[in-house]
């Protein structure tokens, strides 16, 4: 886990584009494809489940905002990723520091091509021990 010293969300007031009071969207660099944006909390956040009911409401503001100007000026659709992966080592790619991946994506676009072409092949049907197992995982703690 990264400090917020060396949070590179921490110290960006130059790259927002748009912001509300608790969180703000900013153009990613580097950047996965053209119009890739992220929106992040201003507070430092490691970990989803620690943002508070405000400031999930604010990103999902800017997310909602953000993904129908996408749809409707850079691309057919888009997707929204949140990824949490402790076990990396904070790098270039990777900040500790909760934020949504914004990307805008059209039929068969550079992502798809590139990789995730790949990924029809992992699609497996859900079968009903599996949901059981699953759905206990959840319920523990609910």
């Not at 703000?24 to 430092?44: A, E, M, N, Q, T």
């Not at 989803?48 to 999902?60: R, V």
């Not at 990307?103 to 990789?115: G, I, K, M």
């Not at 092949?121 to 599996?130: H, I």
């Amino acid at each position: 886990m990264s400090s917020i010293g060396d949070c590179p969300f921490c110290h960006t007031d130059k790259r927002i584009i748009k912001e509300n009071d608790l969180a703000f969207v900013l153009l990613s660099d580097p950047r996965k494809i053209k119009g890739h944006f992220l929106v992040v909390p201003k507070r430092h956040v490691e970990k989803p489940w620690e943002l508070t009911g405000e400031e999930a409401k604010a990103i999902f503001d800017l997310i909602s905002f953000t993904q129908r100007k996408v749809s409707e000026k850079l691309s057919a659709g888009c997707d929204v990723r949140q990824n949490y992966r402790p076990f990396l080592k904070q790098g270039r790619t990777k900040v500790d520091h909760v934020h949504y991946h914004i990307l805008p994506r059209d039929f068969e676009d550079e992502l798809y091509t590139r990789a995730e072409y790949r990924e029809a092949d992992m699609f497996a049907e859900l079968t009903r021990e599996e949901k059981e197992e699953i759905e206990k995982v959840l319920e523990q703690g609910l």
